[in-house]
């Protein structure tokens, strides 16, 4: 983990209310990027947006040295961040936290809610060729709202709230017609919390593996500060993880997902 | 390290900091996360993590929310208690060369003393008596306000404490300088402000406050001219050492405060925004002591020209 002065290679909109911004990072993709683990941005100007924007990564390519981000506008920070021009600089601290870990699972289904699509297709262009067999589930609001669509790198099943695109229901449901045909060793998935409650309901009454990426407010994204808290089982009881080094990858037995 | 253009080092209490910069409770855990990123041995001092007597779990997320040039929070001090850190972090730490600082809160004047007692024999250097998180009812906030509660509390601990005592006021009160001649009168040998401001956040679109605790401290930029204000204050209030805090970005933050009477500062919410805020704003206050033409930063301290 290094902070690193990133220069912005572009910012361009890739669906609606989302942008993707390429930045040259060579010293934070040199020492490796894994799916699932993010990267801390700062937003750019003065001190009015204090805190770092954690964001997961959508590729990393040691070639190039490059890292590929999909940030959604989710207030001032974020819309801030859009307007940043190639070649200007941002302070980037990378690579953080837990990756998802397929442990040689040879059918993988991997599922992507909305912005959380993102490290899914992070994980799904390291993992998919490796596997014997991988679908990626990827559900949207509409079809307005999709991406990471390009160039896949195995089967994808799409849902949408509006029946704008793919099947017009919830991306929970594609997956568990699929479960049913066939369920698989393992679940890679990053979504909203609901989908996310669901999906944890589902592989636990099945026994299926499932690994959770969680989004939770951050200050220093280190494990230091400890605000970025999500309840976990342990053994006598529950306690409070770190989702920034503890996580953001949880194993679906491990975190409590309750309201 | 390259040779200082100017003499950083400090004397608080008797103890010598290399420089007048320390990590700020609460903002670097027992200090292991950011030596991944620097040595953290650069630095004057470390307050450590809020300590309880027994181990805490805290509040429920979400804990943090960022305003306008600052931040709100509201941990509700999960630390694993004085025990733990006495036996797995303050080794570790007291190697790295820097003074260390322990922060104790306590919900009774029991707790702080048997804390006090515990870390006596330690290589502990100093002891940060925190009166006044806001983000737990235990928290020792009930300590904090009135004066003659800082005066109670404060004289008990000050008679089982094996190292100097360093009091943290809160700033949620009617008139600090008051508390500041309380702690000093019960036998304070420091006094560090401010601690947060309380406030909340409100999600309108939810309809809800943002943090689970509904009332959070407030940190960062946004508090400085509050904190500067009562430094300045408190300074003139007392005779014993002041730690300054509150927004603390750069090193003329911190030579504003030390201008204010501060011997030394302490750095929190920037090592959020910048997790290499504490080491550069040690080089900052060097170049600013360079370009005042000043050779020992104590020469700054209280070099404020009055109005």
């Keep these: 983990m290094i902070e690193e002065q990133a220069t912005v290679l572009a910012a361009e909109d890739i669906a609606k209310d989302i942008y993707r911004l390429r930045l040259h990072a060579p010293h934070i993709v040199t020492q490796g990027v894994r799916p699932g683990q993010f990267v801390h941005v700062r937003v750019p100007g003065n001190t009015t947006h204090l805190l770092r924007r954690p964001i997961s990564v959508m590729a990393a390519r040691p070639e190039s040295g490059t890292v590929e981000l999909a940030i959604q506008i989710a207030g001032e920070g974020t819309r801030l961040l859009r307007l940043v021009r190639p070649n200007d600089r941002l302070s980037v601290l990378g690579p953080l936290g837990k990756p998802f870990e397929p442990r040689g699972a040879k059918r993988i289904f991997f599922v992507g809610g909305g912005i959380g699509a993102a490290p899914i297709r992070c994980a799904m262009d390291a993992f998919a060729g490796e596997a014997e067999e991988a679908i990626a589930f990827f559900?949207?609001?509409?079809?307005?709202?999709?991406?990471?669509?390009?160039?896949?790198?195995?089967?994808?099943?799409?849902?949408?709230?509006?029946?704008?695109?793919?099947?017009?229901?919830?991306?929970?449901?594609?997956?568990?017609?699929?479960?049913?045909?066939?369920?698989?060793?393992?679940?890679?998935?990053?979504?909203?919390?609901?989908?996310?409650?669901?999906?944890?309901?589902?592989?636990?009454?099945?026994?299926?593996?499932?690994?959770?990426?969680?989004?939770?407010?951050?200050?220093?994204?280190?494990?230091?500060?400890?605000?970025?808290?999500?309840?976990?089982?342990?053994?006598?009881?529950?306690?409070?993880?770190?989702?920034?080094?503890?996580?953001?990858?949880?194993?679906?037995?491990?975190?409590?997902?309750?309201? | 390290m390259s040779e200082r253009k100017a003499d950083l080092a400090v004397r608080l209490c008797g103890v010598r900091l290399k420089n007048p910069i320390i990590a700020a409770s609460g903002t670097f855990g027992f200090g292991r996360e950011f030596d991944n990123l620097y040595d953290i041995g650069q630095l004057g001092g470390i307050s450590v993590k809020g300590l309880t007597l027994e181990p805490r779990c805290g509040n429920p997320p979400h804990r943090v929310a960022e305003t306008a040039s600052g931040m709100l929070n509201a941990v509700g001090l999960e630390n694993p208690g004085v025990d733990a850190f006495?036996?797995?972090?303050?080794?570790?730490?007291?190697?790295?060369?820097?003074?260390?600082?322990?922060?104790?809160?306590?919900?009774?004047?029991?707790?702080?003393?048997?804390?006090?007692?515990?870390?006596?024999?330690?290589?502990?250097?100093?002891?940060?008596?925190?009166?006044?998180?806001?983000?737990?009812?235990?928290?020792?906030?009930?300590?904090?306000?009135?004066?003659?509660?800082?005066?109670?509390?404060?004289?008990?601990?000050?008679?089982?404490?094996?190292?100097?005592?360093?009091?943290?006021?809160?700033?949620?009160?009617?008139?600090?300088?008051?508390?500041?001649?309380?702690a000093e009168a019960a036998g304070a040998d420091c006094l560090s402000l401010i601690n947060t401001l309380t406030g909340i956040a409100v999600d309108a679109k939810r309809r809800r406050l943002v943090l689970a605790n509904n009332v959070g401290g407030l940190s960062g930029p946004a508090i400085k001219p509050v904190a500067l204000r009562m430094v300045w204050q408190v300074c003139k209030a007392v005779g014993i050492s002041v730690v300054g805090m509150g927004g603390i970005m750069t090193?003329?933050?911190?030579?504003?405060?030390?201008?204010?009477?501060?011997?030394?500062?302490?750095?929190?919410?920037?090592?959020?925004?910048?997790?290499?805020?504490?080491?550069?704003?040690?080089?900052?206050?060097?170049?600013?002591?360079?370009?005042?033409?000043?050779?020992?930063?104590?020469?700054?301290v209280g070099a404020l020209i009055e109005n």
């Excluded at chain 1, 999906?199 to 407010?217: A, D, F, K, V, Y």
């Excluded at chain 2, 500062?265 to 002591?289: H, K, Q, W």
């Design chain 1, 139 to 259: 559900g949207f609001r509409g079809a307005e709202y999709a991406y990471g669509l390009e160039n896949v790198p195995c089967e994808v099943r799409v849902s949408t709230d509006d029946g704008t695109m793919g099947r017009h229901t919830k991306v929970t449901c594609l997956l568990q017609e699929a479960i049913d045909e066939q369920p698989p060793d393992l679940i890679l998935a990053c979504g909203p919390a609901p989908m996310l409650r669901t999906l944890q309901n589902m592989t636990l009454r099945l026994r299926i593996n499932c690994q959770l990426s969680l989004e939770e407010h951050m200050a220093c994204g280190l494990g230091a500060c400890l605000v970025c808290s999500c309840k976990a089982r342990v053994r006598n009881g529950t306690q409070y993880h770190r989702v920034c080094v503890d996580g953001p990858v949880f194993d679906a037995r491990e975190v409590c997902l309750d309201v």
């Design chain 2, 86 to 182: 006495i036996s797995e972090h303050l080794p570790w730490l007291l190697d790295k060369g820097l003074v260390v600082i322990a922060n104790i809160a306590g919900s009774t004047v029991d707790d702080y003393c048997r804390m006090a007692e515990k870390l006596a024999p330690t290589g502990a250097h100093m002891l940060e008596m925190n009166i006044s998180c806001p983000n737990v009812k235990s928290g020792g906030v009930a300590f904090g306000i009135e004066p003659d509660m800082v005066y109670a509390v404060t004289r008990a601990v000050k008679q089982h404490a094996g190292q100097p005592l360093m009091v943290k006021l809160s700033p949620n009160v009617a008139d600090i300088a008051q508390n500041a001649r309380a």
């Design chain 2, 251 to 300: 090193g003329t933050d911190a030579a504003e405060f030390m201008l204010c009477g501060a011997q030394a500062v302490m750095v929190g919410t920037a090592n959020f925004a910048d997790p290499m805020a504490c080491p550069r704003i040690v080089s900052e206050l060097e170049a600013y002591l360079v370009a005042q033409k000043v050779r020992k930063v104590g020469e700054i």
